[in-house]
């Protein structure tokens, strides 16, 4: 409608990355490389109500996933060959949240426009590493953001920077340009 927007997204990411695993028993030393996968995916239903001309609200609904094996388990056998073998016996970790955003857009001048967000409201967080099987050492990322924005948009031209903070620092800036240089034509740099 003319005040209400609704846009729906999804992300999906995938780490494959082998650590080295070093042995160290009855003075018998070997390192051996052990596969291990990440998948992080998102999807987002945001709804969007324009107060007036100048001035959106927003909030994103999302559901957070992540996977990945962990070790739970490591050998090293000799076969009847006498070649050294190595095992492992992984547990699958998945996690799931369900977390909000919240964001204000306040368009400034007619080629001027700002925006704030503050992400993951209910405090989501993910695992940070891999962890000891039933360890209390596991650690966490939070996943509560703010953001602050500003975009300067002339004819067919866009150019923005933004800015996110999480509850502890700074942690990523970024410039983005885009132009149309004809419809349904897109240039974008960052």
Not at 22 to 34: A, E, P, V, Y
Not at 44 to 61: C, E, L, R
Not at 131 to 143: E, G, H, L, T
């Amino acid at each position: 409608t003319k005040q209400f927007y609704l846009g729906l997204g999804g992300i999906y990411t995938k780490q494959d990355q082998y650590r080295k695993i070093l042995f160290d028993q009855s003075g018998f030393n070997t390192s051996i490389s052990h596969r291990e996968k990440l998948e992080e995916f998102a999807v987002f239903v945001a709804p969007v109500y324009k107060i007036n001309n100048n001035i959106s609200v927003g909030a994103t609904i999302k559901s957070l996933w992540q996977k990945f094996n962990n070790p739970s388990k490591a050998a090293l056998e000799f076969d009847d060959n006498g070649d050294l073998q190595n095992f492992f016996i992984d547990d699958t970790v998945k996690k799931q949240n369900i977390d909000l955003d919240i964001s204000f857009n306040y368009k400034i001048s007619s080629f001027l426009q700002a925006g704030v967000s503050v992400m993951n409201v209910a405090g989501s967080k993910l695992y940070a590493d891999m962890f000891i099987r039933d360890s209390a050492n596991q650690s966490y990322v939070n996943q509560m953001a703010y953001g602050a924005g500003l975009c300067y948009k002339l004819g067919r031209l866009n150019v923005g920077v933004d800015a996110l903070f999480t509850d502890k620092e700074f942690y990523d800036a970024s410039v983005g340009v885009n132009y149309v240089p004809f419809n349904n034509g897109l240039i974008v740099g960052g």
